[in-house]
C-alpha cells in the first residue's frame, strides 16, 4: 500500500474536514470518516471502483460537507476522467473561494488536463493566497508548510512542461538549495529530463533521497511519474533506478 500516497491525500482533505466538524462528533461522523478513510485507502491501492463507492456512501450520508466530493474528484483524477473531476473542483471551488484545498485541486485537475497556460494563472493565485496567510497557520494549509515552495515548483513545471525552458531556466535560478523541501533538486532533475539528460536527472533525484523524507519526494516525483520520466520503486517515496514508462494504472 503506498502509505505515503494515502498521507498526503490525508493532508488534501483536511481543510475540508476541520472547516465542516461539528463540536461533538455523532455516528453519522464516526461512520463518515470511517468510509472517507478506507476510500482512501482503497484509492492508495488503485482500486478506484472501490474508492469510489465509499466516497458516494458517504457523500450520501453528509451531502452538505464537501470531503468525500473532494475526494471523488481525486479519483477521477486518477483514472484520468478529467471532465468529471474539473466539473466537481470547479462546483467546489466556487462555493469555497477561500478554501486552499479547494483552490488548489481546481488548479491540479487542470493541470493534470495539460492545460498549463490555464492551470499556471490558477496556481499562481492560490500561491498569492498562501503568501499572504500568517506564519502560525502554515500547518493549517494543504501540504503543511512547504505548501508556497510546491506551489512554486507547479508553476515552474508548467513552464518545463510548456519546453519554455528558458522562462523555466529563470525561475529555478530564484529556488533555493538549501531549502526544507526539495524543490531545487527536483526542478534541476526536471530541467535536464526536458534537455533529455536522463541520467543527471536521475543523479539529483538521488541526492534528494539522501536529504528528504519520502512523503516529500512522492509528493514532488508524482509529475514525473505521470509525464513517463521515472517509474514508481516498491517503497513509498522509492523511484525505480532503470527509466522507463510509469506502471500502468489498474481500469
Request: one cysteine or more.
Amino acid at each position: 500500500m503506498r502509505t505515503v500516497f494515502l498521507a498526503l491525500n490525508l493532508l488534501l482533505l483536511l481543510s475540508f474536514v476541520h472547516s465542516e466538524s461539528v463540536p461533538e462528533k455523532t455516528s453519522t461522523d464516526t461512520i463518515y470518516e470511517k468510509k472517507i478513510t478506507e476510500a482512501i485507502s482503497e484509492l492508495g491501492k488503485q482500486n478506484f471502483s472501490k474508492a469510489l463507492s465509499l466516497a458516494e456512501e458517504a457523500e450520501k450520508l453528509k451531502p452538505d460537507n464537501s470531503s468525500a466530493a473532494n475526494l471523488k474528484g481525486r479519483i477521477y483524477i486518477e483514472q484520468k476522467d478529467f471532465p468529471k473531476a474539473l466539473e466537481i473542483f470547479t462546483k467546489l471551488a466556487t462555493q469555497s473561494p477561500d478554501n486552499i484545498g479547494a483552490q488548489y485541486n481546481l488548479a491540479e485537475a487542470i493541470f493534470a488536463q495539460g492545460k498549463l497556460s490555464e492551470a499556471r494563472e490558477k496556481f499562481s493565485k492560490v500561491l498569492e493566497t498562501v503568501k499572504a496567510l500568517p506564519k502560525d497557520q502554515e500547518n493549517k494549509l494543504p501540504f503543511g508548510p512547504i505548501t508556497q515552495d510546491f506551489l512554486t515548483y507547479k508553476i515552474y513545471l508548467t513552464y518545463v512542461f510548456e519546453e519554455n525552458l528558458v522562462e523555466a531556466k529563470k525561475q529555478l535560478d530564484k529556488f533555493d538549495p538549501y531549502a526544507t523541501s526539495p524543490l531545487y533538486y527536483f526542478g534541476c532533475a526536471a530541467m535536464e529530463f526536458a534537455n533529455k539528460n536522463n541520467l543527471k536527472a536521475m543523479e539529483w533525484i538521488g541526492s534528494a533521497s539522501k536529504i528528504y523524507d519520502p512523503s516529500l519526494l512522492e509528493l514532488f516525483s508524482n509529475a514525473f511519474f505521470d509525464k513517463g520520466w521515472i517509474r514508481r520503486g516498491s517503497k513509498p517515496g522509492e523511484i525505480a533506478t532503470d527509466l522507463g514508462p510509469p506502471v500502468e494504472k489498474k481500469p
